[in-house]
Each structure stands twice: as structure tokens, then as C-alpha cells.
């Protein structure tokens, strides 16, 4: 059997990063960043595939401004549908399995029980409707392929949720933080395991059997919390890291905090699937945020 060999695209981003380290010990494990593969020229990178013939490529490269994505619709919708699409059909070609994420934004939130793959998307920004796109050419593209819905992602590295909570907990004695959308804060480290998991599971099958697995998934840290409380459970665990302060968090609504894009309340994901496939089931946010942070804490020492 020739070596296993891992193409991970968007190696500076938060699950990129994460998947350099979970993919450790797979084989060759190759990881490009914007330089290397501009997702701008897709073409080019499908070239690159077709050279390299990986056995498996991530992509976990996207446009995540989300509220810049509403004023930028073209360029989120190049980087987010048509480069997948082409990336996907140049791993068809060469027979490799084609990785990505997608997101809890395909959804417009208005259900009260957590969004199943089978339910109806509806996308509320512009960010939502591309990475929607993605997955309609990505499926399209044939082959093997797993998109793996994903959401809140935050990690020790990056631009997050938590990392900005640390910052601003650190120099504000009180902060309005949005208490009526509910999610499942995700971590990166989490989902890279995951990612790694079902990897090497699909891996073991033969290609009509993974074949067959192919389609979406829903990946995301089990149990659910607004992002009010979200801040105050990282208030809470990070104390000693706010410089002193103990900031107040104020619950606002999301009337109360206007941005370009809108998001859906209800963000909550069913990840039975996944279990149900690859016996593979993320841990619950608290659990994932212990680990972020114990990563943290061994970066700083
Ligand atoms: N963050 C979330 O809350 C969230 C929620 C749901 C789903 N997701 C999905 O999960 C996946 C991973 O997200 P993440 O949070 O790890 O993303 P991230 O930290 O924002 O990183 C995005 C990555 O994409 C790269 N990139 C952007 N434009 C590019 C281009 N034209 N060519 C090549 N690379 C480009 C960035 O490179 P530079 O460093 O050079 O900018 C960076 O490495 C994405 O598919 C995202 O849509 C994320």
C-alpha cells in the first residue's frame, strides 16, 4: 500500500493550526498556508493535488469575516463555493478524500430542537449563503468527500470568541455580551481530533464503503449556552489571566448589538450522525474548553 500522504490547506487559521498536530504520526503530512495556495486560484491548487496525489486533503481554509462577508458577497462566495468545488473535483480525480468545514449559518436558527442534516437551510447572511454554495459543488464534484458542519470555533490560537473575552475581561470592568442566540462553542482542538478520527476510519474502508459515507456532518461540541454565558464561564475559569479584573457581563439581545450580518438564534447542532457513522462524538463545550485552555497555559509557560 503506498504511504499515506495528508495535503492540510489553510495551516494559519484556528482548526488548520490544530490539524498540523492531530494529523502527527499519519504519514507525510503536507500544510500549506495563503501563500502557498490562494484560494483566489483555485486551478492552481487543483494542479498542485493533481501532482502531490495526496490520499486525503483538508481544507480548512475559508472567508470568515462574516460581517465583512455582507460587503464583500463576490469574494466570500470565490473563496468559500468555487474554490471547494474545484478542490473537491481534483480529489475525485486523483482519488483522494477531499475534507472541509461548513457551518450552523446554512441555518436560519427558527427551530427549537438542534438542527439535524436532514433539516432545510435558510441562510441569514451572506456568509451562510456561500458556504451553502460550497456544499452544493463540493457534492456536485463526486468522489470521496466529508463536510463537516461546524460552529462558534474558538481555540488558543486565533481570532475567537475567548481570545477577545480575555482581552477586553482584561481592561473593562463591564461588558454587554448577547444573550438571546444559543450555540455550541466548538473548539479547534476538538474538531481536529474529530477530523483525524474519521480520517483514519474512512481510511479502513474500501472505496465503494467510503464511498458510501460520503455527505454532510454535523461536528460540534455537545450541550448548548448563550454567548453571555459563555463569557462568564470564561470570566470564571480564566480569573487569574484578566490582570485583577472581574469584569460584569450584561446580557443584551441581539437588537442591542447591531452588526452587518445577521445570525441565527438557534445554532444548536444534533451530532448524531457522526456518532452513528464513525463512533466519533466530540466532548461537551466545558470539557473542550478545559483543554483549550490547559494548552493555553503550557503556550505561556
Ligand atoms: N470560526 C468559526 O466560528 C466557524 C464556525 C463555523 C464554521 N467554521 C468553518 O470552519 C473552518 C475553519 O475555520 P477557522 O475558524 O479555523 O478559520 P480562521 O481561523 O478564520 O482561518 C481562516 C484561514 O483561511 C485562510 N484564508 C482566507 N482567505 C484565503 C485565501 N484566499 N487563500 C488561502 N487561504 C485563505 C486564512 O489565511 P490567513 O491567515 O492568511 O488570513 C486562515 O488560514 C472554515 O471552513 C470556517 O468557515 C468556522
Known amino acids: ?58 481544507l480548512a481554509a475559508a472567508y470568515t469575516a462574516v460581517d465583512k462577508a455582507e460587503s464583500e458577497p463576490d469574494l466570500a462566495m470565490a473563496i468559500n463555493a468555487r474554490a471547494p468545488g474545484v478542490l473537491a473535483r481534483a480529489c475525485a480525480e486523483a482519488g ?26 435558510r441562510p441569514l447572511n451572506r456568509y451562510g449563503l456561500s458556504k451553502l454554495e460550497g456544499e452544493h459543488l463540493v457534492r456536485q464534484a463526486g468522489g470521496r468527500y466529508l463536510i463537516f458542519r461546524t460552529s462558534w470555533v474558538y ?63 454535523h461536528m460540534t461540541c455537545g450541550g448548548r449556552c448563550s454567548w453571555y454565558e459563555f463569557a462568564k464561564h470564561i470570566f470564571t475559569q480564566c480569573e487569574d489571566m484578566l490582570k485583577g479584573r472581574q469584569p460584569r457581563v450584561r446580557p443584551l439581545t441581539s437588537e442591542e448589538y447591531p452588526v452587518p450580518a445577521i445570525r441565527p438564534k438557534n445554532s444548536v447542532m444534533n451530532n448524531q450522525k457522526l456518532a452513528d457513522t464513525f463512533g466519533v462524538r466530540l466532548p461537551q463545550w466545558q470539557d473542550g474548553f478545559a483543554q483549550v485552555l490547559h494548552q493555553l497555559r503550557l503556550h505561556q509557560h
Open 96 to 121: 483522494a478524500l477531499f475534507i472541509t468545514y461548513s457551518t450552523d449559518y446554512v441555518f436560519d436558527g427558527s427551530q427549537a430542537a438542534p438542527w439535524r442534516e436532514s433539516d432545510g437551510t
Open 155 to 217: 481555540g488558543p490560537d486565533g481570532k475567537n470568541f475567548f481570545l477577545t473575552m480575555l482581552r477586553l475581561g482584561s481592561e473593562r470592568d463591564e461588558l454587554g455580551i448577547v444573550a438571546d442566540q444559543v450555540g455550541s462553542p466548538t473548539s479547534s482542538i476538538a474538531i481536529a481530533e474529530a477530523t483525524r478520527a474519521v480520517a483514519d476510519r474512512m481510511a479502513s474502508l474500501s472505496a465503494s464503503e467510503a464511498e458510501a459515507r460520503s455527505g454532510i456532518y
Open 1 to 58: 500500500m503506498a504511504a499515506r500522504k495528508a495535503l492540510i490547506l489553510g495551516s494559519t487559521g484556528q482548526v488548520g493550526t490544530e490539524l498540523q498536530r492531530s494529523f502527527r504520526g499519519y504519514g507525510e503530512v503536507i500544510a500549506w498556508d495563503r501563500r502557498q495556495a490562494d484560494l483566489i486560484h483555485p486551478d492552481e491548487i487543483a494542479r498542485q493535488i493533481l501532482r502531490e496525489q495526496p490520499s486525503v486533503v483538508v
